[in-house]
């Protein structure tokens, strides 16, 4: 199955910022939302944040709310993830989806690490 291609991540100190990008597998490509996701070790994947593609319409979780910002370039599709902010509890693998014609598709995933 063709997969999103995710971008950005690495390692930074408390209170630092990173931005993450996810591009579409090609261009036709009909996105209808896109959300990121991150797992710790140990621990489930857990749901960060989302946009609506066509609406703009965002929505976070409580632990990153006022600190992340999730936004997209539609004609580039490409969907964006500005961590600010970052505690240690930041860390962890993030995760681009996106919902295509009713379709789930995963980034490869990508590294976050925030030391104190």
């Known amino acids: 199955q063709e997969r999103l291609v995710q971008s950005g991540g690495g390692s930074v100190q408390a209170g630092g910022s990173l931005r993450l990008s996810c591009a579409a597998p090609?261009?036709?490509?009909?996105?209808?939302?896109m959300g990121w996701f991150r797992q710790a070790p140990g621990k489930e994947r857990e749901f960060v944040a989302a946009i609506g593609w066509s609406t703009g319409n965002t929505v976070y979780a409580d632990s990153v709310k006022g600190r992340f910002t999730v936004s997209r370039d539609s004609a580039e599709n490409l969907g964006y993830l500005q961590m600010n902010s970052l505690k240690p509890e930041d860390t962890a693998v993030y995760y681009c989806?996106?919902?295509?014609?009713?379709?789930?598709?995963w980034g490869q995933g990508t590294q976050v690490t925030v030391s104190s």
């Open positions: 989806h996106a919902i295509s014609r009713g379709w789930n598709y």
């Open positions: 090609r261009r036709t490509f009909s996105t209808s939302a």
